[in-house]
């Protein structure tokens, strides 16, 4: 199935910009929105420029949308002041223009980070309780709420993926549990957009990896199944990135060394 057209926030960064290639197949256009103009502008591809914190912009970047992939925003910790007018107010706006224009299906960018406190030790379902490691993670904490609010409230449809991390290859060693391949991410987000039912459900943004953390059983409807394993580049990364001491909040938390971020002033 190719849809009409796509939008992407936050196309600019890292992850949109690896988006961009991967969806191409899979919409007649992609609507492409940023901060930060995008100028090498591929042939079904256009680009408007809107700051999510502006809901007027908002409501006019999603109108003619038949999905949204949300990855705009700020995606590190910051100062509150930052946070909550890109991932706060931000997130608000796009569901608001959304219920406007016919309730496109929304892929949201949440994160690990919304449960980085706990130890890699621990295995997660999506009902395990918060454990955010920054104001970063609690503003995706934030917006799976209001996904859930405009689900119950209105039907709006979403997949709130707790993305790990999203690269061409896993780089570190935590990787090798929270690694998830552009080629998985992108099934991922197509199986979202074309499932008979989508619901509001939480998905682990992560590979088949043999090392992984978290439980995707709930969302087999969606009849996703992760190609790639981080196993592959096991061995690679032993040789080449030196294994990190046991006390390493890297090797202790599944957030990282976001648990090692101070609270940021403005």
């Not at 999510?52 to 100062?79: Q, R, T």
């Not at 979403?158 to 991390?165: E, F, K, N, P, T």
């Not at 992560?206 to 981080?230: E, I, K, R, T």
């Amino acid at each position: 199935m190719k849809m009409k057209r796509i939008l992407i926030t936050g196309a600019a960064g890292q992850l949109g910009t690896i988006l961009r290639e991967t969806l191409k197949p899979h919409a007649e256009e992609l609507r492409l929105s940023d901060i930060t103009e995008i100028t090498d502008l591929g042939p079904n591809e256009s680009f408007v420029a809107c700051d999510i914190a502006d809901g007027e912009a908002v409501k006019a970047l999603v109108e003619g949308c038949d999905g949204v992939v949300h990855l705009g925003g700020i995606s590190v910790e910051k100062n509150f002041d930052l946070i909550e007018a890109a991932n706060l107010r931000g997130v608000y706006n796009l569901y608001e223009a959304a219920r406007l224009h016919g309730m496109p299906r929304i892929i949201f960018a949440s994160s690990n980070h919304t449960i980085g406190y706990y130890r890699q030790e621990q295995r997660l379902k999506p009902t395990d309780p918060f454990k955010p490691d920054g104001l970063y993670g609690v503003s995706k904490i934030f917006g799976e709420a209001v996904a859930s609010l405009y689900h119950d409230k209105f039907g709006q449809e979403s997949a709130l993926v707790r993305i790990g991390s999203c690269t061409p290859k896993p780089e570190n060693w935590r990787m090798l549990s929270t690694w998830i391949s552009p080629r998985d991410f992108t099934a991922l987000i197509m199986a979202a957009f074309t499932a008979p039912r989508l619901g509001c459900t939480v998905v682990w943004g992560q590979s088949a990896n043999d090392m992984g953390w978290w439980d995707n059983s709930h969302a087999a409807f969606l009849g996703w199944v992760p190609q790639d394993n981080s196993q592959d580049y096991a061995e690679e990364i032993r040789r080449t990135v030196p294994r990190p001491g046991p006390e390493d909040s890297v090797a202790k938390y599944q957030g990282g060394v976001f648990t090692d971020e101070p609270i940021h002033q403005s």
